[in-house]
């Protein structure tokens, strides 16, 4: 069987002759998705070096000027990647300044523009993510903390109406993604409660998501272990005995094998849609739940990745490789599989506790 550390070293050959060529700059799609993997998840001097590079060639790009400010391929992405990446001590300099200039072209498009969808990747969702995260890391009582709390309410209302109006992703449909809108939502007005921000507000987008929640029906076991771990977590937080009479189906009907061996391929290892998405998951469910919680998924969570160290899809002709793009995406290629090694970071990526 094959080990991580095969896996790494493999992983570190495609990526070194291919990684380059990427033509993208965006976190889940390009160069800095890549950069973020070398920093993260290998210790070898010239992997940090290429990472550099990379990051450089980022920047340099960013200083032509680009109009996407998008989570997933564009500007909050890249500086919500690179304030982790300074606070971690990988890169030198206060954060606040690093990214000061990205902020200031996130903020105008959000300020000015309405959100064309929900979605993380590219909509109100990941932008909420972004600013969630901008104001828990800033100093209390400061002019930025006030600025994003502000933005936060607008990204808000904002995404009442779009659920108002049927615009949010509600169902999956028969396809699993790890940026299905709803757990996602779920998510992130938990972390508002906890903050304490906009609390009217947040109770009267939950009030509008129930209905929806209610009336869903879900076939992939996928959907039902990620809906169900959104609500364990969010019913810690917000008590409705309908939520928790649904939380309590899910756990009924939830069939982890029949997921593991049925839903995902053998290659479907990637991190959008595949069993590394899963992963990734039941990591951060572990480390953010409620520590009393009776779900425990050791077990299931080395099964995954027995799965993934055995799959054929690690059997890569190195002479052969022309998918550059796809091989080199951190959503759909090798960094976000193999990212999900790294449990330490993957505990902190999506906001520290308290």
């Avoid at 938990?190 to 029906?217: A, G, M, W």
Wanted: charged share 20%; with cysteine.
């Amino acid at each position: 069987m094959r080990t991580e550390s095969s896996i790494i070293e493999l992983a570190d050959k495609i990526l070194v002759k291919t990684s380059r060529n990427n033509s993208r700059i965006g976190l889940f799609d390009g160069k800095s998705g890549i950069s973020f993997y070398y920093y993260l998840l290998n210790s070898q001097p010239k992997n940090f070096s290429l990472a550099e590079i990379l990051i450089d060639d980022v920047v340099n790009r960013l200083k032509i000027g680009s109009t996407d400010t998008s989570f997933a391929t564009g500007i909050s992405g890249i500086s919500w990647m690179l304030e982790f990446l300074s606070r971690e001590g990988f890169i030198e300099g206060d954060p606040d300044e690093i990214i000061s200039p990205l902020d200031n072209s996130i903020f105008l498009d959000v300020a000015f523009n309405s959100m064309s969808s929900t979605g993380f990747e590219t909509g109100t969702l990941g932008y909420l993510f972004y600013y969630i995260n901008r104001y828990f890391n800033s100093r209390t009582g400061s002019l930025h903390k006030i600025i994003y709390e502000k933005t936060i309410k607008k990204l808000l209302n904002e995404l009442y109406i779009q659920i108002e109006n049927n615009q949010m992703r509600i169902s999956p449909g028969q396809e699993f993604s790890v940026f299905w809108d709803l757990p996602i939502c779920l998510f992130l007005l938990t972390r508002l409660v906890q903050l304490k921000i906009y609390e009217e507000k947040v109770v009267q987008v939950i009030k509008s998501l129930i209905p929806n929640i209610l009336e869903l029906r879900l076939s992939l076991h996928a959907n039902k272990l990620t809906l169900l771990l959104s609500l364990v977590y969010f019913n810690n937080y917000y008590f409705d005995k309908r939520l928790i009479d649904i939380q309590a189906s899910l756990l009924k009907e939830f069939d982890f094998h029949h997921m593991l061996y049925n839903e995902f391929r053998d290659k479907s290892l990637h991190f959008k849609n595949g069993i590394s998405g899963i992963y990734f998951i039941l990591i951060i469910f572990s480390n953010w739940s409620n520590e009393n919680h009776s779900l425990i998924f050791d077990s299931e969570i080395n099964l995954i990745k027995k799965k993934i160290l055995n799959s054929s899809f690690w059997d890569i002709n190195l002479e052969h490789i022309s998918e550059v793009d796809t091989l080199t995406s951190f959503e759909l290629g090798i960094p976000g599989i193999v990212f999900t090694f790294s449990h330490f970071y993957l505990s902190k990526l999506v906001y520290e506790k308290g």
